[in-house]
């Protein structure tokens, strides 16, 4: 079960964290894998060490705010059947202290380069005859996350696109579902921990786990399972879904 042989997909933001971990699982399930991110060494590095496992791995430099670039990738990439758009950025502030500035990086990374990715892939997959788009959306889509006003605005774009992008493209055997994750251990929360609280580290972590009911963060490589899962053929008759992954965030956090 859960295969992916004979199989090509594409991440973007596959250098690090949920993307990372996406590509890894893909490719030791037997896909192709096509990793984009702005910072070529370490998806050079993914790269590098799925094709030392005997896997097969390309790195793309890309820019998924740039329409032309991603088209250009896309092109150069060819044909594929998985495209998952993980690649994002976060943003702590309230609507009050969120400048424009900020605003604006939000919306052009998280909402205008998912958009992209959609825009390039979806003519492929067309192509192809069909198959699977898997968005990252994120927990703060579906609940008010406090000092989260400009992320919790593009989340909520990325799970309205994987809504109407499913209902569009039914009758091109294209799928589209999403994934929300709560808070999930990734080099940027280890980065926002010491840049915010230098010192408290693990005290501060160990807030940050207990504030979901599991009483820890999600790994990575969970997340990855349920991607791989909703990617699948295992999956084919789901479509138009998101998946909430929260250690049960929303329904237990009473």
């Known amino acids: 079960m859960f295969s992916l042989q004979n199989k090509t997909a594409v991440i973007t933001g596959g250098g690090s964290g949920i993307g990372k971990a996406i590509a890894v699982l893909f490719a030791r399930r037997g896909a192709a894998v096509h990793i984009l991110d702005l910072d070529e060494k370490a998806a050079g590095v993914t790269a590098d060490t799925l094709r030392a496992e005997g896997h097969t791995a390309t790195a793309h430099h890309c820019d998924i705010s740039d329409q032309l670039r991603v088209k250009t990738v896309f092109d150069l990439i060819g044909g594929f059947d998985i495209l998952v758009n993980s690649a994002g950025v976060a943003h702590i502030g309230k609507a009050g202290t969120t400048s424009e500035q900020d605003f604006d990086r939000i919306y052009t990374i998280n909402v205008k380069g998912t958009y992209n990715a959609l825009h390039a892939g979806i003519p492929v997959l067309q192509h192809r005859g069909g198959g699977a788009i898997l968005n990252i959306a994120s927990i703060a889509a579906l609940v008010g996350i406090p000092d989260r006003f400009a992320y919790s605005m593009s989340k909520g774009a990325v799970l309205s696109m ?9 009758q091109d055997h ?44 999600a790994s990575t490589e969970e997340v990855a399972g349920l991607a791989l899962y909703l990617c699948s053929a295992e999956a084919g008759f789901i479509t138009g879904n998101d998946y909430p992954i929260d250690g049960g965030f929303i329904k237990l956090n009473n």
């Open 174 to 217: 294209i799928r589209c579902n999403s994934i929300s994750p709560a808070r999930v251990h990734t080099p940027f929360v280890d980065g926002f921990l010491a840049k915010n609280y230098p010192g408290r580290e693990a005290e501060m972590f160990e807030k940050l786990s207990q504030s979901q009911p599991i009483g820890r963060m």
């Open 162 to 170: 994987t809504m109407s992008v499913a209902k569009d493209y039914l």
